[in-house]
């Protein structure tokens, strides 16, 4: 029995030893997960709000499009997506390995909020576009003062499952050379050989992260529920 | 004996929903200041005449005319047309995400571009006044909160 106990302390320690000498490193690599994530999210939000919006348009032509675009990147990986803009685009045009991130993880989280969004606005009574209209607002005035502002907050909860999924997706860009979380701790796991304490170490920083992430989606959903 | 000005007037409207003939050579005036109260059975058709005057539906055949002027979806631009209408849903359909008093200023300020300041003033006796107030209550339910800070 002592034994056993002196194991895990043994394994503490040096679980604590090795996170708290590669911190630094560390941190340096959860300020590029941020802005990698935080970057592609707000271009991912703004995507899935247009092809929401093209999804639900009356004109075909506009939906077909949408419906495309969503079949093409919600049926292939994130990683081919983000190695085709980078590797497979090398003839055309260089992106460095950040924006090529970027770029890969908007457009791959903005197919599902756009799939998200869509659901949203479609759950809005019917009758609300039509008391926009019948007080003389454009479809456009309606869509942007009544039925966007009443489908967000439906779709926080989901749009805050969405964010938490493409945070940890960026881990996906340490492949093409970003050092973020994940890139810091297989670099340091292959130069100590110590594989599984580094991954435990980055395993705690996305738990940290996705933490607050979701105390702060359910303060947000909080402050909804009471003005709803 | 003071006749006033005709604000509405209906000839001949036909509404049908796939078979159903709901509306049948609908004639009906409406004179300035005029309140008139439509009777009728479950399912008769007085929403679909609503809707039908405030465009939210179209009419298959007959005239509609507001203030003397035939109005027709093809040739008039219907949010305008809306702007000169008042209407209240069976259902309310009131904005569930804005106050009672921002239910009340959403169209004058944002469709008719009144001063939002001059609107909160207007705003203010209504919604002490009118009982429709009290409907719109049950909706919102931080409402008392906007009575005590307005
Ligand atoms: N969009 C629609 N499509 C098909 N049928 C409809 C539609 N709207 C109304 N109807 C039908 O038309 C008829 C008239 O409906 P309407 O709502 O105008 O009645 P109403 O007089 O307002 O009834 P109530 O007193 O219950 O409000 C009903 O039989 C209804 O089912
Ligand atoms: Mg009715």
Known sequence: MPQFLDKIIDSVSH????FTSSYDLFLEGLWLTLKLSAA???????????????????????????????????GTPLIVQIFVLYYGLVEFIIIPPFWAGVIGLAIHSGAYIAEIIRGAIQSIDKGQMEAGSSLGMTKFQTMRRIILPQ????????????????????????????????????????????????????????????LVLTAVVNVIEKRMAKSD | MLTNKEILRVAKLNKSFGDLHVLKDIDLAVDESDVVVLIGASGSGKSTLL?????????????I??????????????????????????????????????????????????????????????WTKSDLVTNMMYIHRHCLEVKNNV
């Open chain 1, 15 to 18: 679980f604590w030893s090795a």
């Open chain 1, 40 to 74: 592609s999210l707000l271009i991912a939000f703004v995507i899935g709000l247009f092809f929401a919006i093209l999804k639900i348009s009356k004109f075909k032509p506009l939906e077909w499009i949408a419906d495309a675009y969503i079949w093409i990147i919600r």
């Open chain 1, 151 to 210: 489908a967000f907050r439906r779709a926080v909860p989901s749009l805050g499952n969405q964010f938490i999924i493409g945070i940890k997706d960026s881990s996906l860009v340490s492949f093409i050379g970003a050092q973020e979380l994940f890139g810091v701790s297989s670099s340091l796991g292959s130069n100590s050989f110590d594989f599984l304490t580094f991954y435990i170490v980055v395993a705690v920083y996305y738990l940290v992260i996705v």
């Open chain 2, 51 to 63: 809707r039908c005057l405030n465009f939210l539906e179209f009419k298959d055949n007959g005239a």
């Open chain 2, 65 to 126: 005319y507001l203030e003397d002027e035939k109005i027709e979806k093809e040739t008039h631009n219907l949010n305008q047309v809306r702007q000169r209408i008042g209407m209240v849903f069976q259902h309310f359909n009131l904005f569930p995400h804005k106050t009672v008093l921002e239910n009340i200023i959403e169209a004058p300020i944002h469709v008719k571009k009144y001063l939002r300041n001059k609107q909160l003033k207007k705003g203010k006796p209504y």
